[in-house]
């Protein structure tokens, strides 16, 4: 078991490492400060990794040692911090960030403060019985309570108020996010109250599965936006007329607020807004389009992009994209690709 948990964890810290790189090589693509704190973060787990390496070979690491020890209490709520930071930057990057970081982790700090620098005498519990006998005393309800407060801060990030029109990323990759934020922090929490190896090595898979993908979507699949704002580009035109009553409505649907550029538009949402059902707004988009509502919207976006291109060649294309609704780049690049049968580099270069 030593040796396994020694080469997963000489993989995680090396995966770490190179990924802090990459992300800190590219950190001012963003606009925001998303990359600069995975980058750091990622260093920093890859420094508790290397000491983590050490202490399986000394065998003192968090299985071995006592229950609610104050270090394995206490310091992690401060990565926990550190990990809400990014969902914040990437789903409202124009929120007061002072304010909001002195609401959600002033309490936070004043219990890590508390924990670790106001002398309190915690006594050490190596067994279940210890725990009972000891279950009324201050220093273990106050180490369980700093426990449960780490625990529900996970959670409460599946309560951050997505806005597709100020965030850059996809609210699916938020969610997953939320939910490996979540699954990292309800496994030290098992580890602390049960101290089961087999819970340590999930939690470092879980931790390198989650900088990886985290990593990977920075690098690979988010739509970097540098400076221009919705409210800079001119709202696209919809010449189209007809005299179906359900297709007007459906036009002044898609028009207003331009929810046709929504990332969270669906055949559904579209039917539930008009009080109609999914089969007579389907019919209506094949009828007056003859496309089906993805095909519509789809192309729709896509012509969008196009005629803005056309217009002026020298528009960022990860705007417009961004603009028109994708928070993914090889979704934008498939879907141009789909509709005008050229990859977006190549419409650029038949420009020139």
């Known amino acids: 078991m030593k040796f396994i948990a020694t080469i997963l964890l000489v993989l995680m810290m090396v995966s770490l490492a190179a990924g802090g790189v990459l992300l800190w090589r590219r950190r001012k693509e963003t606009g925001d400060y998303s990359r600069y704190i995975q980058a750091v973060l990622s260093w920093v787990s890859a420094f508790f990794t290397m000491t983590f390496i050490f202490r399986t070979w000394a065998e003192t690491t968090t299985a071995d040692g006592a229950f609610f020890e104050p270090e394995h209490t206490f310091v992690p709520i401060i990565f926990q911090m550190t990990y809400f930071l990014y969902p914040l930057e990437v789903i409202r990057?124009?929120?007061?960030?002072?304010?909001?970081?002195?609401?959600?982790?002033?309490?936070?700090?004043?219990?890590?403060?508390?924990?670790?620098?106001?002398?309190?005498?915690?006594?050490?519990?190596?067994?279940?019985?210890?725990?009972?006998?000891?279950?009324?005393?201050?220093?273990?309800?106050?180490?369980?309570?700093?426990?449960?407060?780490?625990?529900?801060?996970?959670?409460?990030?599946?309560?951050?108020?997505?806005?597709?029109?100020?965030?850059?990323?996809?609210?699916?990759?938020?969610?997953?996010?939320?939910?490996?934020?979540?699954?990292?922090?309800?496994?030290?929490?098992?580890?602390?109250?049960?101290?089961?190896?087999?819970?340590?090595?999930?939690?470092?898979?879980?931790?390198?599965g989650f900088f990886l993908s985290?990593?990977?979507?920075?690098?690979?699949?988010?739509?970097?936006?540098?400076?221009?704002?919705?409210?800079?580009?001119?709202?696209?035109?919809?010449?189209?007329?007809?005299?179906d009553e359900l297709w007007t409505q459906i036009l002044l649907s898609l028009d207003m607020n331009d929810k046709w550029r929504s990332p969270e538009l669906s055949l559904t949402s579209l039917s539930e807004q008009l009080d109609s059902n999914r089969t007579y707004i389907g019919e209506a988009f094949k009828r007056n389009t003859g496309m089906t509502f993805i095909e519509y919207i789809t192309h729709r976006r896509v012509d969008y992009v196009v005629e803005r291109l056309k217009s002026n060649s020298e528009v960022d294309i990860h705007e417009l994209f961004n603009y028109v609704g994708y928070r993914q780049r090889s979704t934008a690049w498939r879907n141009f690709l789909k509709v005008t049968g050229m990859t977006p580099h190549d419409f650029l270069d038949s420009l020139k």
């Open 93 to 208: 990057p124009t929120v007061g960030r002072t304010k909001v970081y002195a609401i959600l982790f002033a309490p936070l700090l004043l219990l890590v403060s508390i924990g670790l620098c106001a002398g309190i005498e915690y006594t050490p519990l190596y067994t279940y019985a210890d725990v009972w006998s000891h279950i009324g005393d201050f220093n273990v309800l106050f180490r369980l309570f700093a426990l449960v407060m780490m625990l529900l801060y996970c959670f409460s990030l599946l309560l951050v108020p997505y806005d597709w029109k100020r965030s850059s990323a996809d609210k699916k990759f938020i969610l997953y996010y939320a939910l490996g934020f979540c699954l990292i922090g309800l496994l030290h929490f098992i580890i602390q109250i049960t101290h089961i190896y087999l819970f340590v090595l999930l939690h470092q898979i879980a931790w390198l």
């Open 214 to 243: 985290v990593a990977y979507y920075e690098l690979k699949e988010r739509l970097v936006v540098s400076h221009a704002t919705a409210a800079e580009m001119e709202v696209a035109e919809n010449n189209q007329s007809s005299d």
